[in-house]
């Protein structure tokens, strides 16, 4: 166990819908951070949050927004979904600074139909 | 951190052969190197990690070797094991872990 809890799991909708991810980081983690995986496709960077701020954007498409909250978990909105947003999304956190492993969550498996 | 979405290459190996998976990397100036192990329907795992002052660590039956010249990171894995199956991720890390990348992964088969 990681210490990095993601919930839903698994995530059914449709097209055109809005849903949101939740991710709470370990204990003491204060960095948090958005992957998206396809099948058998790496691990593509969506966002970075550091401390409730915003530190580093990947290929994060305007659709998809998220936030970090004062109790550092985090929230990955994902709007107008479409097929291809079909995906596995990770969240992963970090102490940052001295140790820079990240620790990642088990997923939520999006399924957009 | 960001990586290239691609076809995973796969290794095929007998049971209780060793394994070399390699990687590449882009940055000379990454200080800080991660193998993850992910298993299907799981997240990535933390499996071992190098500093780049260093060319070699071992852990339980892990290896990572690290060839700063030519930029390349292996890691062996002795007497392989069913439980070893999985993809494996390497990463590469920079600027205080403020710039963390992923390399496209490679999918580890064990033949029984």
């Known amino acids: 166990d990681s210490g990095v809890t993601q919930t839903p799991k698994h995530l059914i909708t449709a097209t055109g819908q809005r849903v949101t991810l939740r991710c709470s980081p370990r204990?003491?983690?204060?960095?948090v951070y958005w992957y998206q995986q396809s099948l058998d496709q790496g691990l593509q960077f969506l966002i970075q949050y550091y401390n409730g701020e915003e530190r580093a954007k990947g290929n994060i498409l305007e659709r998809f927004s998220a936030q970090q909250f004062p109790d550092l978990h985090s929230e990955l909105n994902l709007s107008s979904l479409e097929l291809g947003d079909s995906a596995l999304y990770f969240c992963?956190?970090?102490?940052?600074?001295?140790?820079?492993?990240?620790?990642f969550g088990s997923g939520t498996q999006l399924s957009v139909l | 951190g960001e990586s290239v979405g691609l076809h995973l290459p796969t290794l095929s190996v007998q049971e209780g052969d060793n394994s070399i998976i390699n990687c590449a990397y882009s940055n000379s100036a990454s200080d800080y190197f991660i193998w993850y192990k992910q298993e299907s329907g799981k997240g990535p795992q933390f499996i071992i990690d190098i500093r780049s002052n260093m060319d070699k660590r071992q852990g339980q039956r892990v290896t990572v070797l690290l060839n700063k010249t030519v930029k390349h990171l292996s890691l062996q894995i002795a007497a392989t094991q069913p439980g070893d199956s999985a993809v494996y991720f390497c990463a590469e890390i920079s600027d205080y872990g403020q710039n963390f990348v992923f390399g496209p992964g490679t999918r580890l088969s064990v033949l029984p």
């Open positions: 204990s003491g983690d204060l960095s």
């Open positions: 992963a956190s970090s102490a940052d600074r001295g140790d820079e492993k990240l620790f």
